[in-house]
């Protein structure tokens, strides 16, 4: 049974850092993509970044230069380290594991930014 535990959210001002982990169980972690999407309220739940399982980045444009999405293989983790955060950052962060195309998440994570 794969499960996904995000950890790490919370309340920050603009310009600050969060880094959100993502520990999974249940899978071998290190065959699948991993990704991060964020849901702000009203708003449809869309991609942050996702890694591959070589370690391969990609990111949507909001998130360029400012996130960086890691794994580490040996702890069943993904990372998603949020740098100069802005208001619009506001949502909650969600891992999900891509197993054979089918998509899991986790429960997910408030993020939210003052301005």
């Known amino acids: 049974q794969v499960q996904l535990v995000e950890s790490g959210g919370g309340l920050v001002q603009a310009g600050g850092s969060l880094t959100l982990s993502c520990a999974a169980s249940?899978?071998?972690?290190?065959?699948?993509?991993m990704g991060w999407y964020r849901q702000a309220p009203g708003k449809q739940r869309e991609l942050v970044a996702i890694i591959t399982r070589n370690g391969s980045t990609n990111y949507a444009g909001s998130a360029k230069g400012r996130f960086t999405i890691s794994r580490d293989n040996a702890k069943n983790t993904v990372y998603l380290q949020m740098n100069s955060l802005k208001p619009e950052d506001t949502a909650v962060y969600y891992c999900?594991?891509?197993?054979?195309?089918?998509?899991?998440w986790g429960q997910g994570t408030q993020v939210t930014v003052s301005s």
């Open positions: 999900d594991a891509n197993i054979f195309g089918e998509l899991y």
């Open positions: 249940g899978v071998i972690f290190s065959n699948h993509v």
